[in-house]
């Protein structure tokens, strides 16, 4: 006999079913993968079932949601829909679908999606290199509570020291990218410790560079901002020509609970927001306006405050994506 002969398509699941199967079902492999119940009929348990790992599908859709072309859908196994909430924080049977083909509008009950696909990231926080500098003004301070920044699980953990004094930490990617690139930034972003007082900023987005001491005075940029111990999330952007100031998009965020941001800057003319899948502020004149900008752009997580004790704690991840069109 032959060391090994082809059994079937290495994207070709089939087995036993333990329970009924309808056709086109989405059911989680046992290597992780997502797959479709291929034949046209329902099988019934114990029916043998084939399975496929592969190929463009339509499927059902969480409501109010915007997709984006290329994004990452994962299945939601208790609503039974499709979405581009990443479940962070979910302890339910969720698992990866694929990547969004073509934008897709919140109304739109359905979307397409590639089966087992996934982004393919130019920057990556959880995995490329990053600058990080730390300001701290207290000559000689001793205590531990300084400023810090480091990797927990694929997000990075930033937080203040609890010293009157004027700090700040950031991470900014290694590698830029064109503003004529067609990016889509996302970020997931969660506060551990609310800051309690107005002295403190944080702001991740993409920008032309950093700050030592404030984000706003950076020339190019696009980002979602947190405003002292206010816990609105607000957006704004600057070209070096339209400056548009700190809006509040009226959805806040909440110590331990995970948000979705996006930014889609295929038009730098009005690069988009959107909080978990929703667009924000779409009506707001000149937000996202970069079309005077020159780049490059880098991803930016970035945090100060004035000379006050407030503290802070907050992880981040950001992924930047960019196409031909």
């Known amino acids: 006999m032959a060391d090994a002969t082809t059994l079937r398509d290495e994207c070709e699941y089939r087995l036993t079913a333990a ?12 290597n992780g993968w997502p797959a479709r119940h ?6 019934a348990a114990n029916d043998t079932v084939n399975f496929t790992c592969h190929g463009t599908v339509t499927v059902t859709k969480a409501a109010s949601q915007v997709w984006l072309d290329g994004a990452p859908i994962w299945w939601d196994h208790s609503a039974n829909a499709a979405t581009c909430n990443e479940p962070i924080g979910s302890s339910d049977r969720d698992y990866y679908l694929g990547t969004a083909v073509g934008d897709v509008a919140s109304a739109t009950t359905t979307g397409v999606v590639k089966l087992g696909k996934e982004p393919k990231y130019i ?11 730390i300001v701290k003004t207290v000559v000689g301070s001793t205590t531990v509570e300084v400023p810090q920044v480091y990797n ?14 004027a700090q700040k930490v950031d991470w900014i990617s290694d590698r830029g990218f064109a503003v004529g690139s067609n990016w889509i930034a996302e970020i997931l972003l969660e506060l551990v410790t609310a800051a309690d007082a107005a002295a403190v900023d944080v702001n991740v987005g993409v920008a032309s560079g950093t700050h030592a001491t404030d984000f706003d005075a950076i020339a190019e940029l696009a980002a979602f901002h947190l405003d002292g111990d206010d816990l609105n999330i607000d957006a704004q952007s600057d070209d070096g020509t339209t400056d548009k100031a700190i809006t509040d998009t009226t959805i806040d965020i909440a110590a331990g609970t ?15 927001f959107y909080i978990n899948g929703a667009q924000v502020l779409a009506a707001e004149a000149d937000l996202g306006n970069l079309a005077a900008a020159t780049g490059p752009l880098y991803a930016i997580i970035h945090a100060e405050k004035t000379s006050d004790d407030s503290p802070l704690a907050f992880k981040a991840r950001i992924r930047v994506r960019t196409m031909e069109q």
């Open 19 to 30: 329970a009924a199967v309808a056709s086109g079902e989405l059911w989680q492999m046992s």
């Open 38 to 43: 291929t034949a046209l009929n329902a099988a």
């Open 123 to 133: 920057i990556d926080s959880a995995r490329d290199n990053g600058d990080t500098v």
């Open 152 to 165: 927990r699980g694929g997000m990075i953990f930033f937080q203040f020291g609890t010293t009157a004094e």
């Open 258 to 272: 995970p948000v979705r941001l996006t930014l889609d800057g295929r038009d730098m003319s009005a690069v988009k």
